[in-house]
């Protein structure tokens, strides 16, 4: 009977084939690099190839000190190694312990060429970046029809703004027919008149994404009139349709972020600036009202009206004032006239005479007040209280006599 092998004990054989050939343990391989990827464990995998073939290499962390460069795609580089066996995938592969340049690829040669023609042709200058509009309606999209980049396009456009209509055009992004595709899809778009274009593809080596490296796909970019957005691979991998697009995206979901604004965030600003204006107009009205209370105070005061109440008021006052004034003035000059009254009585002729005094006269009507004047015989006029009298001088007596007499009779009197 036949024997029969488990996969491992073949993946054996064939791995201790290679470790007993000389030739595999020590040799140099010249190609392009292709597909470099800087794992974070230290650790770098690539493919070389050439126009016949492609390996399979990685250089593990311990030997990248003798690494004195960034490989990058397209590079030219001799590796030299060893070539074994990973029995666990059944694959063959070189492993780098030193690697050396020589020289540049015939595909990234071609893309260094075209770069600098087309930036001497001004097609990357900023002066003929168009600037991507906010706030759109319609996203075109240029890309496969399937595969992760037009889902995440797709879903983070939806995300961020599902009032946003999203055109796709399923183009060819890999192979000889794709630069004509994505030419068509870009035309396409734009006499559709979406608002904003996003033209790319998730990435992959440099043969992957050539193109977008066709100086066909770059005019087409540059001629059309409505913004375009490239998103060509992943965030290492830079084309020319990047260099010539209105912006730049290192990846398909980064782009769809950059066409799509969020509408969550928008509403917040709003609601936001709906306070703000809130704030703003009852700050006015409150300031407004202030302004018409003490306008009113103003005008009540300043009012015609109030003036006149004002001088009623005070000429009122000034009226109290003249009462006042002249009710003093005339208690002063009553009590002024009643002492000039109490005066008067004390020297009136009158009150003299109803006190039992009597006036005496000539006959001329002259007062006689000195016993001199007269003579025996004179006439005399006595006045008294109630009329006069007429009388004849038949004696006169000195004053001493007079007082005498005149005290006498006050005795009797009393």
């Known amino acids: 009977m036949q024997n029969v092998y488990t996969v491992g004990q073949v993946n054996s054989y064939i791995k201790n084939m290679f470790v007993q050939d000389f030739l595999l343990q020590d040799l140099s391989v010249k190609g392009e690099v292709s597909n470099c990827k800087y794992h974070s464990s230290g650790h770098i995998y690539f493919t070389l190839k050439d126009g016949k073939g492609t390996i399979s290499c990685v250089m593990f962390a311990g030997n990248r000190s003798g690494l004195l460069f960034k490989m990058a795609e397209g ?4 590796v030299r190694g060893c070539i074994d066996v990973y029995e666990r995938d059944g694959k063959y592969q070189m492993y780098a312990r030193q690697i050396t340049r020589d020289g540049t690829g015939e595909l990234y040669e ?9 930036s001497e042709l001004g097609m990357f200058a900023s002066e003929y970046k168009r600037p991507v509009p906010r706030f759109i309606k319609t996203l075109g999209v240029v890309t496969a029809p399937t595969g992760a980049a037009v889902r995440d396009i797709i879903n983070i456009a939806t995300r961020r703004n599902p009032y946003v209509q999203i055109i796709l055009y399923p183009a060819i992004v890999q192979g000889d027919a794709a630069a004509e595709s994505i030419v068509k899809g870009i ?19 440099i043969e992957d994404l050539w193109a977008f490296n066709e100086e066909r796909v770059a005019q087409a970019i540059f001629d059309c009139s409505i913004p375009v957005i490239s998103a060509v691979g992943h965030e290492t991998d830079t084309t020319i349709a990047d260099y010539v697009a209105d912006l730049r995206a290192p990846t398909p979901s980064a782009a769809a972020e950059l066409a799509v604004c969020d509408i969550s965030l928008v509403f917040r600003q709003l609601e936001g600036i709906k306070a703000a204006l809130n704030r703003q107009m009852s700050g006015r009205i409150k300031l407004a009202r202030a302004n018409y ?4 105070a103003r005008l009540k005061v300043n009012s015609p009206a109030g003036r006149i109440r004002e001088r009623r008021l005070y000429a009122i006052h000034l009226e109290d004032r003249i009462n006042a004034a002249m009710k003093d003035k005339i208690v002063g000059s009553r009590h002024r006239l009643a002492i000039y009254i109490e005066k008067m009585k ?10 039992g005094y009597s006036y005496v006269s000539d006959s001329e009507g002259k007062t006689v007040t000195d016993i001199g004047k007269v003579n025996v015989g004179d006439r005399l006029m006595v006045y008294v209280k109630n009329g006069r009298m007429e009388t004849e001088v038949t004696g006169i007596c000195p004053e001493s006599s007079f007082m005498k007499d005149f005290a006498a009779r006050a005795k009797e009197d009393e």
């Open 187 to 205: 035309h396409a778009l734009e006499e559709a008149q979406v608002d904003v274009i996003i033209a790319g593809r998730g990435g992959g080596s």
């Open 110 to 118: 071609r893309f260094e060429q075209l770069k600098q023609k087309l």
């Open 346 to 355: 004390g020297n009136s002729p009158l009150d003299r005479l109803n006190q």
């Open 293 to 296: 209370k003490a306008l009113g």
């Open 75 to 78: 590079m030219q580089v001799i």
